[in-house]
């Protein structure tokens, strides 16, 4: 069973830059699709990327789209999001979650069977 562990969020003033890590242990990272989620105080939990399992399928929501890139290092078990022009409504606490059997929504969270504890990202104004 694989377990996730996400690093990398902080404050950043609005127009910055931060790059998430999610790195995976406990089983065969290449076997899952992989994608970030990200939650607001008060906000259901909402899709921000996705990616397969040999990285060459990305996914993004539009809100996210052209600012942020999700990729992965399967050599290193480790899937990246790199938030760029960040603004203060991407302030939440970032999640990664893998799957294994095979998408079908891959923007549901009930898609995801494995889950990090999260890291928070704050955007100033």
């Known amino acids: 069973q694989v377990q996730l562990g996400e690093s990398g969020g902080g404050l950043v003033q609005a127009g910055g830059s931060l790059r998430l890590s999610c790195t995976a242990s406990?089983?065969?990272?290449?076997?899952?699709?992989m994608g970030w989620f990200r939650q607001a105080p008060g906000k259901e939990r909402e899709f921000v990327a996705a990616?397969?399992?040999?990285?060459?399928?990305?996914y993004y929501a539009d809100s996210v789209k052209g600012r942020f890139t999700i990729s992965r290092d399967n050599a290193k078990n480790t899937v990246y999001l790199q938030m760029n022009d960040l603004k203060p409504e991407d302030t939440a606490l970032y999640y990664c979650?893998?799957?294994?059997?095979?998408?079908?929504?891959?923007?549901?969270?009930?898609?995801?069977?494995?889950w990090g504890q999260g890291t928070q990202v704050t955007v100033s104004s």
């Open positions: 990616i397969s399992r040999g990285g060459g399928n990305t």
């Open positions: 406990g089983g065969t990272f290449s076997r899952y699709n």
């Open positions: 979650a893998g799957e294994s059997t095979g998408w079908s929504t891959f923007w549901s969270s009930s898609d995801y069977d494995y």
